[in-house]
């Protein structure tokens, strides 16, 4: 079983920055895909970034990209998501998902096999 902690949520000015953290337990955390989702109330969740277990490739939402990054540190059992030139429409809360093989579809949720309880990021305009 793997357990997958966020942090690093709150409210920021349009414009502004955060940094999301997942850190993940167990000692195959270097093995596994990462993706971040998110939702918001009456929507369906939706994929924001992914990356694969060696870093090498990574993927990311229309909407996001140019602005956000994500990263991992396998020694730390960590994931991250750089959030840049926030949007009130960011406002969501924000997921961190492990997937235990290939990120052959990195954008389907249905695909991750483990999930964290979520972190609030609120965007003022």
């Known amino acids: 079983q793997v357990q997958l902690v966020e942090s690093g949520g709150g409210l920021v000015q349009a414009g502004g920055s955060l940094r999301l953290s997942c850190t993940a337990s167990g000692r195959t955390f270097r093995y596994y895909g990462m993706g971040w989702f998110r939702r918001t109330p009456g929507k369906e969740r939706e994929f924001v970034a992914a990356?694969?277990?060696?870093?090498?490739?990574?993927y990311y939402a229309d909407s996001v990209k140019g602005r956000f990054i994500i990263s991992r540190d396998n020694a730390k059992n960590t994931v991250y998501l750089q959030m840049n030139s926030l949007k009130p429409e960011d406002t969501a809360v924000y997921y961190c998902?492990?997937?235990?093989?290939?990120?052959?579809?990195?954008?389907?949720?249905?695909?991750?096999?483990?999930w964290g309880q979520g972190t609030q990021v609120t965007v003022s305009s």
């Open positions: 990356i694969s277990w060696s870093a090498g490739s990574t």
């Open positions: 998902a492990a997937l235990t093989g290939s990120l052959f579809h990195p954008s389907d949720s249905s695909a991750y096999d483990y």
